[in-house]
Structures are given as structure tokens and as C-alpha cells.
């Protein structure tokens, strides 16, 4: 089995309805992410935190060019990685 490497850091909550919703749509279209809780990791917070202008605001999706979206739709998502370059 190989595993394909995130294309996506999804900061999240566990009770995030938001979070959830956008977590299954990513499963369905085949978008692999890694997901990090920021209220058990301080320092993700603090990342959410100054992606969002003091706000811990979740979703936030950080792309691998340091990109970030914040509580995007499932059309964004595509738009940005689609706009990635190639590894």
C-alpha cells in the first residue's frame, strides 16, 4: 500500500461542523490532507491564529507554497491546488 503525501494541512477542531463538512467533501473528490487539531496543539493555533488576523478560525487549509484559505468551499480548494506547482 502507498500512501499519497498530503497535499493539504487542514487545521480543524473536533467539533467543527464546518470542519467536517469540508473534511468529507476532500474524502470524496480524492483531495489527500493531514488534519491537526488546534486545541490540542498550541503551535498550530498560533499558525491559525496569524493566518486569520488574531482569529482562530477553523477550517484553515495551508497549501505546500505556505498558500492559506479559510473556511473555503470544495471549488476553492480545487482552484488552489490546481494553481500549485508541480512536484
Same mark, same amino acid.
Given at each position: 500500500?502507498? !500512501?499519497? $503525501?498530503? &497535499?493539504?494541512?487542514?487545521?480543524?477542531?473536533?467539533?467543527? /461542523?464546518?470542519?467536517?463538512?469540508?473534511?468529507?467533501?476532500?474524502?470524496?473528490?480524492?483531495?489527500?490532507?493531514?488534519?491537526?487539531?488546534?486545541? !490540542?496543539? $498550541?503551535? &498550530?493555533?498560533?499558525?491559525?491564529?496569524?493566518?486569520?488576523? /488574531?482569529?482562530?478560525?477553523?477550517?484553515?487549509?495551508?497549501?505546500?507554497?505556505?498558500?492559506?484559505?479559510?473556511?473555503?468551499?470544495?471549488?476553492?480548494?480545487?482552484?488552489?491546488?490546481?494553481?500549485?506547482?508541480?512536484?
Amino acid at each position: 500500500m502507498t !500512501t499519497t $503525501p498530503a &497535499a493539504v494541512t487542514m487545521y480543524s477542531t473536533t467539533w467543527c /461542523g464546518y470542519c467536517l463538512r469540508l473534511k468529507k467533501m476532500m474524502e470524496r473528490e480524492g483531495i489527500p490532507f493531514a488534519e491537526v487539531d488546534i486545541e !490540542t496543539d $498550541p503551535q &498550530a493555533a498560533d499558525l491559525v491564529m496569524q493566518a486569520n488576523g /488574531g482569529n482562530r478560525t477553523v477550517p484553515t487549509l495551508v497549501f505546500p507554497d505556505g498558500s492559506a484559505l479559510t473556511n473555503p468551499s470544495i471549488d476553492q480548494v480545487k482552484a488552489q491546488l490546481a494553481q500549485l506547482p508541480e512536484a
